[in-house]
């Protein structure tokens, strides 16, 4: 251990120990105003820092990583055990939208027995899940950063998978739209918190190919969630369309107890140095404090819960990243939601076509998105690395945007397509390749935007991802719910005419913005991620 001054070691945030071995909440909140790497990314030894003091000076234990290989850090962890992590990660993330959606074929069974004639109350049902998750990411996403991802993660689920549970034994219209509410407060950790395990396992440039898989999930699920649903609604009782997604859940959470193991940095040193605190003999000689790299002087638990719940709204309202990509997901989203909700009424209403079949339809927006979605996550990183070594070696987040170019292109041609051609008279497989285009160009866009915030704000993404959910989500709840009145008065073709407008507008002028005043605006923030990545381990 070296002897060093503790001015020296690197932005410090606040961690509450003040019981030897009690595990309390972490704080990292001052840590990005430095330009210094990040403990868990630059390596180096626990150290023996002399701390300047108005009175005495005391020696102080500073806990860090054991050099840049410590296998302890998430980054160094072996292939699979980080797949697995992902791969849990991203099921929990893929099961809640499920959910989501799924309920909507089923809503005029649960209409008749419950004798429910409002069309907004119907609709209320389905979307009022996605209400919650306007929320949850807001609470969830900050207590993942205090005590850690794994921790927040499963007992969210398991909070899910208690509701989702409940849906089905719902004797009444209150009871149902309550428990969704809940079901879906649980169900939002994985849209924010996930994004945050990713970043704590991957190096900037080996990320994008688990963020395409990540990121793909809660845009699949809503699709094959009403597939399933309406044939589950057709052979049997609509409760059954709870009790099975708490079945699929219930398999899941058995393997992430597991498989999903703590990733965060600052919680996994905090971990470290208790156990060192436990073991340390005072009979040798005097007591040192132990504290991490992200340790500061201000413990005290009400300032680290306040601080970290505030983040979210800080990086929302000072952020214009946040601000641009949130509002441009929001429509994203609320798009997606429109045509999940729409879908049914083009070829049901316009091609007459019976329930279980007009709900087939819904693949073709999966074919879109898992179509793009494959070939996105092949050309993430490798645009990434060639964007890196073209300018000496050293990434940066906005190599992450060249894939939002043809996603913003894709997807007001696909509107303008669905819109223009769902008409009796033209073959319903022209509709399908407009939903399809619109499917991939959702995905491409999604996938970029979410690697971007991830490598923007590494150590926060938990907060900035809660941010930009808690916009889309509310976009998902309400686009729905306007689109019968749109579609009624202005017909499939104007009213898609306008959302294509609108991403147009928005869509097409992003990257080319980010790409050129992105890094401008990453070095005026308070919270982005300003170090050069050639700077972490290779």
């Not at 996550?377 to 992450?400: C, I, Q, T």
Request: hydrophobic share 45%.
């Amino acid at each position: 251990m070296n002897s060093t001054d503790r001015s020296a070691a690197p932005s410090a945030s606040p961690t509450i120990h003040e019981e030897p071995g009690i595990f309390k909440p972490v704080d990292t909140s001052s840590a990005p105003e430095s330009d210094q790497p990040h403990a868990y990314e630059k390596g180096g030894k626990a150290t023996i820092a002399q701390e300047e003091d108005s009175t005495t000076n005391d020696d102080v234990v500073i806990v860090d990583w054991e050099g840049p290989d410590d296998p302890m850090n998430p980054k160094n962890w072996a292939f699979k055990k980080k797949w697995a992590a992902t791969a849990i990660v991203s099921a929990f993330t893929f099961i809640s939208p499920v959910s989501s959606s799924m309920m909507a074929p089923a809503s005029e069974q649960i209409a008749q027995e419950f004798g429910i004639t409002s069309s907004s109350i119907i609709a209320l049902l389905t979307s009022i899940f996605v209400a919650a998750y306007a929320l949850g990411p807001l609470v969830l996403g900050p207590l993942s950063e205090l005590y850690g991802r794994s921790r927040v993660l499963q007992l969210a689920n398991l909070w899910y998978l208690a509701w989702n549970l409940g849906c089905g034994f719902a004797q009444n219209e209150a009871q149902l739209i309550a428990f969704r509410f809940l079901a879906g407060l649980g169900g939002s950790a994985p849209l924010s918190v996930g994004g945050g395990v990713l970043g704590d396992l991957f190096r900037a440039e080996e990320r994008g190919q688990a963020i395409a898989i990540y990121s793909l999930a809660p845009l699949l699920g809503p699709v094959i969630g009403p597939t399933c649903g309406a044939w589950i609604a057709q052979r049997s009782t609509w409760r059954w369309v709870f009790w099975s997604t708490t079945i699929v859940d219930a398999i899941i959470q058995c393997f992430g107890f597991f498989l999903l193991k703590e990733t965060f940095p600052p919680v996994l040193l905090e971990r470290k140095a208790a156990r060192m605190r436990k073991s340390a003999d005072p009979e040798k000689g005097t007591p040192r404090e132990i504290r991490t790299v992200f340790d500061g002087a201000d413990r005290h638990w009400k300032h680290i819960v306040v601080k970290a719940l505030i983040r979210p709204f800080a990086l929302f309202f000072r952020e214009p990243i946040v601000q641009l990509l949130g509002v441009y997901m929001a429509f994203l989203y609320g798009t997606l939601y429109l045509f999940l909700t729409t879908i049914p009424s083009i070829f049901e209403g316009t091609y007459h076509q019976e329930v279980g079949i007009a709900g087939l339809h819904y693949f073709a927006l999966g074919v879109g998105l898992t179509g793009a979605s494959q070939l996105n996550a092949r050309m993430l990183d490798r645009a990434y690395k060639y964007f890196s070594k073209r300018n000496g070696g050293v990434g940066r987040p906005e190599y992450r945007l060249p894939s939002m170019v043809p996603g913003s292109i894709l997807l007001p041609i696909g509107l303008f397509i669905t819109g223009w051609t769902a008409r009796p008279d033209v073959h319903w497989i022209a509709p399908d390749i407009g939903i399809a285009l619109v499917g991939a160009g959702t995905i491409l866009n999604f996938q970029s935007i979410q690697t971007y915030v991830i490598d923007c704000f590494t150590l926060h993404a938990a907060s900035a991802l809660a941010a930009v959910t808690f916009l889309r989500s509310l976009a998902g709840f309400g686009f729905p719910l306007f689109a019968p009145a749109m579609y009624n008065a202005l017909g499939y073709g104007k009213g898609d005419t306008i959302l294509a407008c609108f991403a147009i507008v928005v869509g097409v002028p992003s990257p080319f913005l980010l790409w050129k005043y992105g890094e401008r605006i990453r070095n005026a923030s308070r919270y982005a991620d300003k170090r050069p990545v050639s700077q972490e381990k290779k």
